[in-house]
């Protein structure tokens, strides 16, 4: 063998044990990984479910000392992949946290006709509720009490109560019911565990929600989604208004659902499920809403909404071919018909008209309200809800033929009759 293939060998060699040496080094860091994996693993799995940290990855790193400049695997700096934990745990835990403060609802449907119907005898309507604090107050629909002045409330652990309906607010379809004390049913008010309350207001669309109710008088059902969408103006039932901000969700919300709490998944009630679609639509009234209006109804009976007095689209494009001197950029809601001596009519809006051919025409595009711009319906109906009383004034920022005007409205008290022809 002469010289140079001596030093072939040698070299082939030299490589094979450098590349022995790394194998031997990546085989460790596996180990090690799988170690720290099964570790954290089991770590996981015990009595309180938590979220793996996410660490840094670094898979390779330069030996300073190896004038190869080989990458060396260093265990130390792998990340430990997460792990996927199921969320039946942390489902398990609300459930048992809130059921005993979620009721059944129940109560006698008087017979619509005069003549006795014996198939109508003891028929009963169904529905949910949850205590809102530790005076005995429960919070539920409008439309599940109807116009009962009583109502039976069944908890989880089976105890029946009677209850009154103290007050109701068909606007945005909230009841509140007291538990009613006897001399054969007192009550320690120590043991009412009232549901926290969250922050409507911080959902997003896919955040995880969960509804707990009486679908079909199954009592303590739990059904989950995530949030669908956020800010919907749904009618409330029954009346011509619609309840704004509304959360729309994908969990299942069935008859009987009706006056249940929606949760996030820290247990905190940031609904009331209150509608659905047989399409698989939820629909919630927002807690922070609901917050407000409750206090009100406990101390005063009633509560008095905000009234503008008028009903308005959404400008589109169709809309806006029938308006004379608008641009397609325009953005804003067109005011179809007023309530005649209503805020809005006493402060110069114009509706749409109909000529002799059906056809609309005109009618003011509002396009901001105190200041704040405006471009769906929806935005107008939360930003007085929100944010105004009976006797503020809003300014209407206006776009008529083409002029920005800016009309001042003071707001009205809502009708007590569901007869108006407005939504606004």
Same mark, same amino acid.
């Given at each position: 063998?002469?010289?140079?293939?001596?030093?072939?060998?040698?070299?082939?060699?030299?490589?094979?044990?450098?590349?022995?040496?790394?194998?031997?080094?990546?085989?460790?860091?596996?180990?090690?990984?799988?170690?720290?994996?099964?570790?954290?693993?089991?770590?996981?799995?015990?009595?309180?479910?938590?979220?793996?940290?996410?660490?840094?990855?670094?898979?390779?790193?330069?030996?300073?000392?190896?004038?190869?400049?080989?990458?060396?695997?260093?265990?130390?700096?792998?990340?430990?992949?997460?792990?996927?934990?199921?969320?039946?745990?942390?489902?398990?835990?609300?459930?048992?946290?809130?059921?005993?403060?979620?009721?059944?609802?129940?109560?006698?449907?008087?017979?619509?006709?005069?003549?006795?119907?014996?198939?109508?005898?003891?028929?009963?309507?169904?529905?949910?509720?949850?205590?809102?604090?530790?005076?005995?107050?429960?919070?539920?629909?409008?439309?599940?009490?109807?116009?009962?002045?009583?109502?039976?409330?069944?908890?989880?652990?089976?105890?029946?109560?009677?209850?009154?309906?103290?007050?109701?607010?068909?606007?945005?379809?909230?009841?509140?019911?007291?538990?009613?004390?006897?001399?054969?049913?007192?009550?320690?008010?120590?043991?009412?565990?009232?549901?926290?309350?969250?922050?409507?207001?911080?959902?997003?669309?896919?955040?995880?929600?969960?509804?707990?109710?009486?679908?079909?008088?199954?009592?303590?059902?739990?059904?989950?989604?995530?949030?669908?969408?956020?800010?919907?103006?749904?009618?409330?039932?029954?009346?011509?208004?619609?309840?704004?901000?509304?959360?729309?969700?994908?969990?299942? /919300?069935?008859? $009987? !659902?009706?006056?249940? *709490?929606? #949760?996030?998944?820290? @247990?905190?009630?940031?609904?009331?499920?209150? =509608? %659905?679609?047989?399409?698989?639509?939820?629909?919630?009234?927002?807690?922070?809403?609901?917050?407000?209006?409750?206090?009100?109804? /406990?101390?005063? $009976? !009633?509560?008095?909404? *905000?009234? #503008?007095?008028?009903? @308005?689209?959404?400008?589109?494009?169709?809309? =806006? %071919?029938?308006?004379?001197?608008?641009?397609?950029?325009?953005?804003?809601?067109?005011?179809?018909?007023?309530?005649?001596?209503?805020?809005?009519?006493?402060?110069?809006?114009?509706?749409?008209?109909?000529?002799?051919?059906?056809?609309?025409?005109?009618?003011?595009?509002?396009?901001?309200?105190?200041?704040?711009?405006?471009?769906?319906?929806?935005?107008?109906?939360?930003?007085?809800?929100?944010?105004?009383?009976?006797?503020?004034?809003?300014?209407?920022?206006?776009?008529?033929?083409?002029?920005?005007?800016?009309?001042?409205?003071?707001?009205?008290?809502?009708?007590?009759?569901?007869?108006?022809?407005?939504?606004?």
């Amino acid at each position: 063998m002469n010289t140079q293939e001596k030093n072939r060998n040698q070299m082939i060699i030299s490589s094979s044990s450098v590349a022995g040496i790394v194998l031997l080094s990546l085989v460790m860091s596996i180990s090690l990984l799988l170690e720290q994996v099964f570790t954290v693993y089991a770590s996981e799995n015990q009595d309180t479910p938590s979220v793996l940290q996410t660490q840094k990855i670094q898979l390779m790193q330069q030996n300073q000392n190896n004038s190869s400049n080989l990458p060396v695997l260093n265990s130390s700096s792998l990340q430990v992949p997460s792990l996927p934990t199921s969320s039946a745990n942390v489902l398990n835990k609300i459930f048992k946290q809130t059921q005993d403060s979620v009721v059944q609802i129940t109560m006698t449907v008087p017979q619509a006709s005069l003549v006795p119907d014996s198939s109508q005898e003891n028929k009963t309507a169904l529905g949910s509720g949850f205590l809102f604090d530790n005076q005995g107050h429960i919070i539920t629909n409008n439309h599940v009490v109807g116009d009962a002045k009583t109502v039976d409330v069944t908890f989880t652990n089976g105890d029946r109560l009677r209850a009154n309906v103290t007050a109701v607010d068909p606007y945005i379809d909230i009841a509140v019911l007291k538990i009613i004390e006897t001399q054969n049913n007192t009550i320690d008010y120590a043991q009412l565990t009232p549901l926290l309350i969250g922050n409507s207001s911080a959902l997003t669309v896919g955040d995880q929600v969960i509804a707990i109710g009486n679908p079909y008088g199954l009592a303590g059902t739990m059904t989950t989604g995530i949030v669908s969408q956020v800010g919907r103006l749904v009618p409330a039932p029954e009346v011509q208004f619609s309840v704004p901000d509304v959360i729309q969700t994908d969990a299942a /919300i069935n008859p $009987g !659902n009706s006056g249940g *709490p929606l #949760l996030n998944t820290l @247990g905190e009630v940031v609904g009331v499920n209150f =509608a %659905a679609l047989q399409q698989g639509l939820g629909f919630a009234i927002p807690m922070n809403l609901i917050q407000d209006i409750v206090p009100k109804l /406990i101390e005063k $009976g !009633n509560y008095t909404h *905000p009234y #503008l007095g008028l009903t @308005g689209t959404t400008l589109t494009s169709d809309l =806006a %071919a029938n308006i004379e001197n608008i641009t397609q950029d325009v953005k804003g809601v067109v005011v179809n018909t007023l309530v005649k001596g209503g805020p809005a009519d006493k402060a110069g809006l114009l509706g749409t008209t109909t000529d002799q051919y059906g056809k609309k025409h005109g009618g003011d595009i509002i396009v901001g309200i105190d200041g704040k711009k405006v471009t769906e319906f929806e935005q107008i109906v939360s930003f007085l809800e929100g944010n105004t009383m009976p006797g503020d004034k809003v300014m209407l920022k206006v776009l008529r033929n083409g002029t920005e005007l800016d009309l001042d409205a003071v707001m009205g008290e809502r009708p007590s009759t569901s007869s108006l022809p407005t939504n606004g």
